[in-house]
């Protein structure tokens, strides 16, 4: 087991209060990839593997509780969500429109809608993983997944 990976990932489910399928769908393939692959690292002298737990405090921060595989905590670290705000609410709109894409539009329709659903998500995973450069190192594809993490926990009904 890598030392510098995610080996569970836990969201805080008390703060979502629906979530659709395609939504859903969303958040279980992000973390059986994330578990497949990921690299993280925090800085200093913690080693893991580790356990993730995410969740947000008062509509405004992102919180990221590292545990140990003991469930120990190790580290907490906290980022304003200000900066990503707008992109995840634009993330959201984009999605809808190409979920409703998908049921009644040509595949070339589809797949324009599908490149800025993809082009919001890269500036959403570089702006985390820029937050995060200070406190944690992440590859991009970890950055990527924990994105969409984040835009499931930020979902409200």
């Keep these: 087991m890598p030392k510098h990976s995610i080996v569970q990932v836990f969201l805080d489910e008390g703060s979502i209060i629906r979530r659709s399928p395609e939504v859903e769908q969303e958040r279980a393939?992000?973390?059986y990839d994330l578990l497949e692959s990921n690299h993280f690292a925090p800085t200093g002298d913690l080693e893991g593997p580790f356990h993730l737990y995410l969740r947000?405090?008062?509509?405004?921060r992102l919180v990221l509780d590292i545990r140990s595989e003991q469930d120990e905590s190790l580290r907490e670290i906290g980022l304003?969500?200000?900066?990503?705000?707008?992109?995840?609410?634009?993330?959201?709109?984009?999605?809808?429109?190409?979920?409703?894409?998908?049921?009644k539009l040509t595949p070339s329709q589809?797949?324009?809608?599908?490149?800025?659903?993809?082009?919001?998500?890269?500036?959403?995973?570089e702006i985390l993983a820029e937050r995060l450069k200070d406190s944690v190192?992440?590859?991009y594809?970890?950055?990527?997944?924990?994105?969409t993490l984040?835009?499931?926990?930020h979902i409200r009904g």
């Design 141 to 147: 594809e970890t950055a990527r997944r924990l994105f």
């Design 150 to 153: 984040v835009c499931v926990l």
């Design 80 to 103: 304003p969500l200000l900066p990503l705000r707008r992109l995840i609410r634009d993330y959201f709109q984009i999605c809808e429109s190409y979920y409703d894409a998908i049921k």
């Design 56 to 60: 947000i405090e008062d509509h405004s």
């Design 110 to 125: 589809i797949e324009t809608i599908d490149m800025a659903r993809r082009g919001l998500h890269n500036e959403g995973s």
């Design 29 to 31: 393939v992000a973390i």
């Design 137 to 139: 190192e992440v590859d």
